[in-house]
């Protein structure tokens, strides 16, 4: 069984930071690529970051050059440095990681950036 904990999520002013993490554990063999997406009230949930097994990143424009996705394999551990919040950052976070066979979610950390 494969499990995603996500943590660092919380309430933050705007022009500021949070680093969220999602660490994988359970029975799995490689993680291919791994990626964050938010999902805020009314809206859809969209992609943020993701980062391949190789170290390859894409971002939304929204979040370009405020966010930087990371990740340590060896943890299998994602990780995603958030600064210059702004309020329309405000959103329900997921971690997602896909191998060669599956995909699996992360539950959400809330971001709540205050103006």
Known sequence: QVQLVESGGGL?????????????????????TMGWYRQAPGKQRELVARI????????????????TISRDNAKNTVYLQMISLKPEDTAVYYCLIATMDDSYWGQGTQVTVSS
């Open 12 to 32: 933050v002013q705007a022009g500021g930071s949070l680093r969220l993490s999602c660490a994988v554990s359970g029975s799995i063999v490689s993680i291919n």
């Open 52 to 67: 391949t097994s190789g170290g390859l990143t894409n971002y939304a424009d929204s979040v370009k050059g405020r966010f």
